[in-house]
């Protein structure tokens, strides 16, 4: 092998690699730190006034009446979908006065 044929061939650099890969690694990070992320804010998701027509009409087939959206009960199932997310468990009971009668009692559900 000659000279001319090692320059355009160099050996290579194991702390340029590690460079290259801290900077796509810094550039992904940065990449997934872009995305919004939505919390409840307590007011209700509105997910029961979206399903509300097509309930009624199984319902009023069946000869029941018509389901109506409770914030009461919306606002029981944020707060208790915040307490599963915040210890990372899902059960109707997350810590102390923090089962189901509680919470009915506490969003005036009766």
């Known amino acids: ?54 309930l009624a009409g199984i319902r009023s087939t069946a000869g029941l009446p018509a389901l109506v959206p409770d914030t009461q009960l919306e606002q029981a199932a944020l707060q208790q979908a915040g307490y599963m997310a915040s210890r990372a468990r899902m059960s109707h009971t997350t810590g102390w006065g923090k089962d189901f009668a509680s919470r009915m009692k506490d969003h005036g559900v009766r």
């Open 1 to 54: 092998m000659t000279v001319a044929r090692l320059e355009n061939h160099p050996i290579p650099n194991p702390n340029r690699r590690l460079l290259l890969k801290g900077a796509a690694l810094a550039a992904l990070a940065g990449l997934a730190a872009c995305s919004t992320t939505v919390l409840p804010t307590g007011e209700g998701a509105g997910v029961s006034s979206s399903a509300t027509t097509t």
